[in-house]
């Protein structure tokens, strides 16, 4: 089974709403990141969040981090048609490697 | 710039036959990582690598292996390929500072379709 799970698997917003994808783990981690693929193209670092962190932003990305319930969001402000990709995240759990969850396609409609 | 070359992009081969794809990285990373993506799974961790003459085995070994004789290659080679490989192969790159797990710097991918 899957370390991180996404939530919703499948978002279909307008252009200008705000888009929220959440990601539960099961294991305690050391950091969560998040990842961004366009449609057949590779992955691309977005943020990182360490287990001490709660919340980071990066331009119109914030995500949050609640070890406690074992989960972490990631909201996308003003979306844009050009956000439309898929989103994952990947936890650092100490075993030397990411663990990458099964992602959430965004859909933004112009 | 540094880039990360996955080759080739696209292979259709054959059950039984031997395949190798090629990672190469001019990052002048430690850390390379060989992942496959599925629908409904996400990326799976196949093999990896923190240096030269390293190699470890991920979730979905089997089937694959792996060799780093140097720092910016770590082809993966299938010894017999199976119809349950066909997949979307991801090379992946981290860290000089010997952060295996921070920020990955990924290639565009390999599709392999074995028949």
């Known amino acids: 089974s899957q370390q991180g799970e996404e939530d919703p698997q499948a978002l279909s917003i307008q252009e200008g709403e705000n888009a929220t994808m959440n990601c539960s783990y099961k294991?305690?981690?050391?950091?969560l990141q998040w990842y961004r693929q366009n449609s057949g193209r590779g992955l691309v670092h977005l943020i990182l969040?360490?287990?001490?962190?709660r919340e980071k932003h990066s331009g119109r990305l914030r995500v949050t981090l609640d070890t406690s319930k074992k989960s972490s969001s990631l909201l996308i402000t003003a979306s844009r048609a050009a956000d439309t990709a898929s989103y994952f995240c990947?936890?650092?759990?100490?075993?030397?490697?990411?663990?990458f969850g099964s992602g959430t396609r965004l859909q933004v409609q112009p | 710039d540094a880039e990360i070359t996955q080759s080739p992009r696209h292979k259709i081969t054959e059950t039984g036959r031997q395949v190798t794809l090629a990672c190469h990285q001019t990052?002048?990373?430690?850390?390379m990582f060989w992942y496959r993506q599925d629908l409904g799974h996400g990326l799976r961790l196949i093999h990896y690598?923190?240096?030269?003459?390293?190699?470890n085995k991920g979730e979905v070994s089997d089937g694959y292996s792996v060799s780093r004789s140097n720092t910016e290659d770590l082809p993966l080679t299938l010894e017999s390929a199976a119809s349950s490989q066909t997949s979307v192969y991801f090379c992946?790159?981290?860290?000089?500072?010997?952060?295996?797990?921070?920020?990955?710097?990924f290639g565009e991918g390999s599709r392999l379709t074995v028949l």
């Open positions: 990052w002048n990373h430690n850390n």
């Open positions: 990947a936890t650092d759990t100490g075993r030397r490697a990411l663990t």
């Open positions: 690598s923190y240096g030269v003459q390293d190699t």
């Open positions: 969040i360490r287990s001490n962190e």
């Open positions: 294991t305690s981690i050391n950091n």
């Open positions: 992946a790159s981290s860290g000089t500072s010997g952060d295996p797990t921070g920020e990955l710097f």
